[in-house]
């Protein structure tokens, strides 16, 4: 799944941060997105959790049914007409009948085909973002959901759908936290955060910060990514913080797509002067 704000490009820039051992300790990511940090793990013991319900319903099915979700996906058509169509199911009674296979089959496919793979929701939560007319999209990746499912049942991992305060209420001392959570705008034209439905704001952040915080009373090592703004830079002085280069698309200002800073935040090793 490709996914707004996905950390692919950033895994070594990521993995230099990592403390040692962090394999052998439960592994938490409360925002999971596209999971690419965490697949680039697999990390033996995980708990991973997305509010976005239709995002972790695409998780559990890739686990416990496989073969059917394969199946779905040949179904489904690279036309303009199809796409719409089934971008519109959100918004009929007829999407409360589809199974959780149909539903993760929807998801795939509309990730797969909409225009530069921008999952985005309005405010009514109904999926938005126009086709992207791409000659040959990789709708059905069997070698992939095979082996995400392989992992997802030979690993100990729970997949939850909450509040990501919910799953980090009672983390071990010894666990790890990944936090990749909406970002905090560097500007209005690069605000985005369509994949949840009412996106967030300052107290939103405020609220996460003090959940960091509780972390580190609690003696548990998190890394939090989010935009290099001021704002974020304030909130997180005193913890280490690093300034990485990753290539964004996603801002109604063609002129501001492309390499931009972003702030990788630890509470563990030596504290910046």
């Given at each position: 799944?490709?996914w707004?704000?996905?950390?692919r ?22 925002f999971?997105?596209?999971g690419?940090?965490?697949f680039?793990?697999q990390p033996?013991?995980a ?6 319900g239709?995002?972790?319903?695409v ?5 416990d ?13 690279n036309?303009?007409?199809y796409f719409?169509e089934?971008?519109?199911i ?7 009948n589809?199974t959780?296979i ?9 990730n797969?085909?909409c225009?530069?793979?921008?999952y985005?929701?309005n ?5 938005n973002?126009p086709?992207?007319k ?17 992992f997802l ?8 759908n909450?509040d ?11 666990s790890?936290v990944y936090?990749d ?5 560097i500007s209005?034209s690069?605000?985005?955060t ?7 704001n300052?107290?939103?952040?405020l ?8 972390l580190n009373d609690n003696?548990?090592?998190?890394l939090l990514?989010n935009?290099?703004?001021d704002?974020?830079?304030?909130i997180?002085a005193?913890y ?7 290539n964004r698309a996603v ?6 797509r ?5 702030f990788?935040i630890s509470?563990y090793?030596k504290i910046k002067?």
């Open positions: 799944m490709k707004v704000g996905g950390k490009q950033l895994i070594p820039e990521i993995r230099k941060m990592l403390p040692e051992g962090i394999l052998k300790h439960p592994y938490y990511e409360p999971i997105g596209g690419a940090l965490f680039d793990l033996k013991r708990v991973i959790n997305d509010y976005n239709e995002l972790i319903n998780y559990t099915v890739i686990r049914h496989p073969d059917e979700l394969i199946e779905d996906l040949k179904k489904h058509k036309t303009a007409e719409y089934i971008r519109s959100d918004r009929q009674p007829l999407f409360y589809l959780d149909e539903r993760a089959s929807r998801i795939i496919y509309l797969k085909t225009y530069n793979g921008l985005r929701v405010n009514s939560g109904e999926f973002s086709f992207g791409y000659k040959n999209p990789n709708i059905v990746n069997e070698p992939v959901i095979r082996a995400v499912s392989k049942n030979s690993a100990e991992v729970q997949i939850l909450c990501y305060e919910t799953v980090l209420r009672d983390v071990p001392a010894n790890f936090l959570p909406p970002y905090h705008p209005e690069s605000n985005f369509g994949y949840v439905r009412g996106g967030w300052e107290k939103d952040q609220r996460l910060r003090d959940v960091c915080n509780r003696g548990v090592k998190f990514s935009s290099a703004s704002f974020i830079r304030e997180y005193g280490n913080i690093f300034v990485v280069r990753a801002n109604s200002d063609s002129s501001k492309g390499q931009i800073d972003e990788l509470n090793g002067e």
